[in-house]
């Protein structure tokens, strides 16, 4: 074996030398010859048979692989690899090492090296008489119960080579530490000093804790029921006459509820009671009362659509817009009109009249004209214009106090005045209070849409059932439940997002309906 390995191994090495022998290819299949004859005449003939076998079944080459033509193609590519794989030489060199692995996965190893007792066994006659032993059915069963399922045979590893080690499962993480550790207990052991683990287990054992008696049921206090949410409960009480701030940032104090939170946006129920009519079976009465309801409110979207209508109608006295009229009204502006402008005497014949319009309009303009050289303010006018603007302030305040001196004696009539302004301001207070609560009920607005009442749920007498089985339901549980929500102003009222396309559709007709047509 190993002189086949050596022998394949140096002709590798030959092979995998460059070729440095150039010439043609009659050259070399001439020296080719030439180097076979030699072989053949040292040997002596031998057959055909003789020639192809060789060590390990390995075909001898009389030639010298290095002196063979180079077969052109790169090694270093998968056809390359392909290529030496198909190969005699590759081939056998395949199986062998096949071989020899199905050796050692079966039987642990070559076996040309295994020793005879584990090839070998004497054989001490049939074992008949276990067999032929006739068992009971709870044996049978038991035997049956112990043989191993056959999905467990084949998942079973039957390969005899060991598993490599984990280097991993091995390794202890700070060994070098944990050694040098042990080495210095050992040698304060040796001086007769303890670790500090070693010395309290000692403590503990010379002086063992004192045992501590389990309260019984007897001995349990009993603790008052308490409100966990109200303000003075025992758990807030270690809390108190500490810093909200301290407490805040510890996270010990939530964070407080804001005041709206704890009311509700609306005042109406969840859950409205349905009218008596739009019951299966109900009365005469009730039903026709629930008809009643549904057709006033078609009656009033009928009566808005109308009133739409009527506005958005043109005038009866207008003629309706023609294709020339609208062809002028959008041309006006657009043509210059000749009427007039060619005639020099039309201005000049209004003479005085032309002149007068000009002086009114320069009158009526509104801004002044200024003369030319403003007066100048002397001093004694300065003085005078001071001393008539003190008079005036000081006018006014003497007046102000006998105003005030006056209101003394008309004390009763500013008494009776504050009453009727107060009455008159609790009257708005009560009128807003009313509006408020009658509004609590409503839906307000939240956004840019309205609150829509949703449709009556009502069936005609001819649609009546006098069985549940034939009962036709009604409505939609969840569009009940989204409008509770909208009417108790927990949602804003909303419209189903309309799609739009962000490209244009484009038909494409395929080459087989192409075909079929």
Same mark, same amino acid.
């Given at each position: 074996?190993?002189?086949?390995?050596?022998?394949?191994?140096?002709?590798?090495?030959?092979?995998?030398?460059?070729?440095?022998?150039?010439?043609?290819?009659?050259?070399?299949?001439?020296?080719?010859?030439?180097?076979?004859?030699?072989?053949?005449?040292?040997?002596?003939?031998?057959?055909?048979?003789?020639?192809?076998?060789?060590?390990?079944?390995?075909?001898?080459?009389?030639?010298?692989?290095?002196?063979?033509?180079?077969?052109?193609?790169?090694?270093?590519?998968?056809?390359?690899?392909?290529?030496?794989?198909?190969?005699?030489?590759?081939?056998?060199?395949?199986?062998?090492?096949?071989?020899?692995?199905?050796?050692?996965?079966?039987?642990?190893?070559?076996?040309?090296?295994?020793?005879?007792?584990?090839?070998?066994?004497?054989?001490?006659?049939?074992?008949?008489?276990?067999?032929?032993?006739?068992?009971?059915?709870?044996?049978?069963?038991?035997?049956?119960?112990?043989?191993?399922?056959?999905?467990?045979?084949?998942?079973?590893?039957?390969?005899?080579?060991?598993?490599?080690?984990?280097?991993?499962?091995?390794?202890?993480?700070?060994?070098?530490?944990?050694?040098?550790?042990?080495?210095?207990?050992?040698?304060?052991?040796?001086?007769?000093?303890?670790?500090?683990?070693?010395?309290?287990?000692?403590?503990?054992?010379?002086?063992?804790?004192?045992?501590?008696?389990?309260?019984?049921?007897?001995?349990?206090?009993?603790?008052?029921?308490?409100?966990?949410?109200?303000?003075?409960?025992?758990?807030?009480?270690?809390?108190?006459?500490?810093?909200?701030?301290?407490?805040?940032?510890?996270?010990?104090?939530?964070?407080?509820?804001?005041?709206?939170?704890?009311?509700?946006?609306?005042?109406?129920?969840?859950?409205?009671?349905?009218?008596?009519?739009?019951?299966?079976?109900?009365?005469?009465?009730?039903?026709?009362? $629930?008809?009643?309801?549904?057709?006033? +409110?078609?009656? #009033?979207?009928?009566?808005? /659509?109308? =009133?739409? %209508? &009527? *506005?958005? !109608?043109?005038?009866?006295?207008?003629?309706?817009?023609?294709?020339?009229?609208?062809?002028?009204?959008?041309?006006?502006?657009?043509?210059?009109?000749?009427?007039?402008?060619?005639?020099?005497?039309?201005?000049?014949?209004?003479?005085?009249?032309?002149?007068?319009?000009?002086?009114?309009?320069?009158?009526?303009?509104?801004?002044?004209?200024?003369?030319?050289?403003?007066?100048?303010?002397?001093?004694?006018?300065?003085?005078?214009?001071?001393?008539?603007?003190?008079?005036?302030?000081?006018?006014?305040?003497?007046?102000?106090?006998?105003?005030?001196?006056?209101?003394?004696?008309? $004390?009763?009539?500013?008494?009776?005045? +504050?009453?009727? #302004?107060?009455?008159?301001? /609790?009257? =708005?207070? %009560? &009128? *807003?209070? !009313?509006?408020?609560?009658?509004?609590?009920?409503?839906?307000?607005?939240?956004?840019?849409?309205?609150?829509?009442?949703?449709?009556?749920?009502?069936?005609?007498?001819?649609?009546?059932?006098?069985?549940?089985?034939?009962?036709?339901?009604?409505?939609?549980?969840?569009?009940?439940?989204?409008?509770?929500?909208?009417?108790?102003?927990?949602?804003?009222?909303?419209?189903?997002?309309?799609?739009?396309?962000?490209?244009?559709?484009?038909?494409?007709?395929?080459?087989?309906?192409?075909?079929?047509?």
């Amino acid at each position: 074996m190993a002189a086949a390995g050596s022998r394949l191994g140096g002709a590798g090495f030959r092979r995998a030398r460059p070729n440095r022998i150039s010439g043609s290819r009659r050259a070399s299949s001439s020296f080719n010859k030439m180097a076979v004859g030699k072989g053949g005449g040292g040997g002596g003939q031998c057959s055909k048979r003789e020639a192809d076998s060789g060590f390990l079944g390995l075909r001898p080459t009389s030639v010298d692989p290095a002196l063979r033509r180079r077969r052109r193609g790169p090694r270093n590519k998968k056809r390359g690899w392909r290529r030496l794989a198909q190969e005699p030489l590759g081939l056998e060199v395949d199986q062998f090492l096949e071989d020899v692995r199905l050796q050692e996965r079966t039987s642990g190893g070559l076996i040309s090296e295994a020793p005879d007792e584990k090839l070998f066994f004497v054989d001490t006659g049939p074992k008949n008489e276990e067999l032929n032993k006739k068992r009971t059915k709870g044996q049978k069963k038991s035997l049956l119960l112990k043989k191993p399922l056959r999905i467990d045979l084949i998942l079973e590893n039957t390969s005899k080579v060991p598993a490599p080690k984990d280097v991993l499962a091995h390794q202890v993480p700070n060994a070098k530490k944990l050694k040098r550790k042990q080495q210095l207990w050992e040698r304060l052991a040796k001086q007769g000093e303890l670790p500090r683990e070693a010395r309290r287990a000692k403590a503990r054992l010379l002086n063992p804790p004192a045992a501590r008696a389990e309260p019984g049921p007897q001995d349990t206090v009993e603790r008052p029921f308490y409100d966990l949410w109200v303000k003075d409960n025992p758990l807030d009480r270690p809390l108190e006459r500490q810093d909200p701030f301290f407490l805040e940032q510890t996270k010990k104090k939530g964070v407080k509820r804001p005041q709206h939170l704890h009311t509700k946006p609306s005042q109406a129920p969840a859950v409205e009671v349905t009218p008596a009519g739009a019951s299966y079976n109900p009365s005469f009465e009730d039903h026709q009362t $629930l008809l009643r309801a549904a057709h006033e +409110v078609e009656l #009033r979207r009928q009566k808005a /659509a109308e =009133q739409l %209508e &009527r *506005r958005l !109608a043109p005038p009866a006295s207008e003629q309706a817009a023609t294709q020339e009229s609208a062809f002028q009204e959008m041309c006006q502006g657009l043509l210059e009109e000749s009427d007039g402008e060619g005639e020099p005497g039309e201005g000049q014949d209004e003479g005085p009249e032309a002149g007068g319009d000009q002086a009114a309009r320069a009158e009526a303009s509104p801004t002044a004209v200024r003369p030319a050289s403003a007066e100048k303010k002397t001093e004694q006018r300065r003085r005078r214009e001071k001393a008539a603007r003190m008079l005036r302030v000081q006018q006014a305040a003497v007046r102000a106090a006998r105003l005030r001196h006056q209101e003394v004696f008309r $004390l009763r009539g500013i008494k009776a005045q +504050v009453a009727r #302004r107060l009455a008159e301001l /609790a009257r =708005q207070r %009560e &009128r *807003r209070q !009313a509006r408020r609560l009658a509004e609590a009920d409503r839906p307000r607005r939240l956004g840019r849409l309205k609150y829509q009442d949703p449709d009556i749920d009502v069936q005609l007498s001819s649609e009546l059932s006098d069985s549940l089985r034939t009962l036709k339901p009604e409505g939609n549980i969840l569009r009940d439940r989204f409008k509770s929500f909208q009417r108790r102003n927990m949602i804003e009222p909303r419209e189903r997002a309309k799609f739009k396309r962000k490209y244009k559709v484009k038909l494409v007709e395929k080459r087989a309906f192409r075909e079929i047509q």
